[in-house]
């Protein structure tokens, strides 16, 4: 896998996802429904709300994964979080950025990526809310809006979060 890209922001957005104090808290039912009515709509192997950190992605809420994070350098999200909006992969092993991956080549053999970049409330790119299949798949317009809407509804808990 090649090195990841990185961020023009990156302390900034560093410092607004510590400032939340959200990493390695306990899961939390509001986030887990989204994650898993995310999977149920998508009939999805997984779903995540992936968090960027320094060197490694941590799971807020996981659906299909018993991993609690991975090493950044092998995060698909690290990609997704340096793009506009989103990040689709409809076919992994076909994608020379994550081809070689041990994500791809061995557990969880991700094949299909779609993650949609969640943002503190300052406007940092904090990680994604993503879902990922063992097989290819293509994603419609439709699914990539319905993505977003669960995403808007990762912002909304993580805003709800910030103001207490």
Known sequence: M?????????????????????????PEERFDKITRFAQEYFQCKICLISLVAEDR???????????????????????????EEYLIIPDAHKDIR????PLVKGEPFIRAYAGIIIHSPNGYELGTLCIIHDEPREFSEQDIEMLKKFGGMVE????????Q
């Open 156 to 163: 909304q808990e993580i805003k709800k979060s910030a103001n």
């Open 57 to 83: 992605q941590w799971f807020k809420s996981k659906q299909g994964l018993s991993a609690c994070e991975t090493p950044r350098n092998v995060s698909f999200c690290t990609y997704a979080i340096a793009e």
């Open 2 to 26: 090649s090195s990841y890209p990185e961020l023009e922001n990156e302390i900034e957005r560093l410092q607004a996802l510590y400032e939340l104090s959200i990493l390695d808290t306990q």
């Open 98 to 101: 994550f081809a070689n991956s």
